[in-house]
């Protein structure tokens, strides 16, 4: 997912991986690839790469009054400039996924289940965490085979998946940083979907340094 956002953006002041502080004019240095997160040198940057490769995108994460979680650029991004590409956290076979009925009872077939939380704990610790952060806003009843002391965390798993994957013919799949951009009616981004189930974000005009990133 982006990393977070931190007033001012970004503060240039404090290494993220060892907390490192300056103080006065003095500022360290930002990623030079998405201008998204402050280290205080080489040594600091190599080491929180493994974490922070997922991360590396123009945009960061914040709270909006009123709405929630959105994101905002990092840095100047001009018109028809690539954002960054969304690739499936979870997919799931959409004719065998759910069944429902009027008591909003949601059925998850034990292989489709089994399937899902193999694929919850093969992404990585940083898409792992912001799995859990996505808002289940709608309660279900959910029935199926599972039962027992893990139940209540099998169901979120169920319930945050249903919330937020997206449906087409063949697939229910979860993308979890397009996820992250709010709805505008005057959109500054598009989403681009590929045949391999990749969503491309591109800018579709100027967007700002610190202005909310939105698709329609």
Request: aromatic residues 8%.
């Amino acid at each position: 997912m982006p990393e977070l956002f931190i007033e001012p953006l970004t503060d240039r002041q404090t290494c993220f991986k060892c907390q490192q502080t300056v103080t006065g004019k003095k500022k360290l240095s930002k990623c030079s690839r998405c201008h998204a997160i402050t280290y205080c040198g080489v040594a600091c940057q190599k080491a929180d790469w493994p974490r922070h490769a997922w991360n590396c995108v123009p945009v960061m994460v914040t709270e909006f009054e009123g709405k929630g979680r959105g994101v905002v650029a990092a840095r100047d991004i001009k018109m028809g400039e690539f954002i960054f590409l969304d690739k499936p956290a979870i997919t799931l076979p959409n004719h065998s996924l759910l069944d429902s009925n009027e008591g909003h009872e949601v059925v998850l077939h034990k292989r489709e289940f089994d399937s899902l939380m193999k694929q919850i704990d093969n992404l990585p610790s940083e898409a792992k965490s912001q799995f859990y952060k996505l808002a289940d806003t709608e309660q279900f009843n959910l029935g199926g085979f599972h039962a027992g002391a893990e139940k209540r965390m099998r169901d979120k798993a169920v319930q945050i998946f249903v919330n937020n994957a997206n449906g087409n013919h063949d697939s229910m799949i979860l993308y979890l940083n397009v996820i992250l951009l709010n709805h505008s009616c005057a959109p500054n981004s598009a989403a681009e979907p590929s045949k391999e189930g990749e969503c491309v974000v591109r800018a579709i005009r100027d967007i700002s340094k610190g202005e909310e990133v939105t698709l329609f």
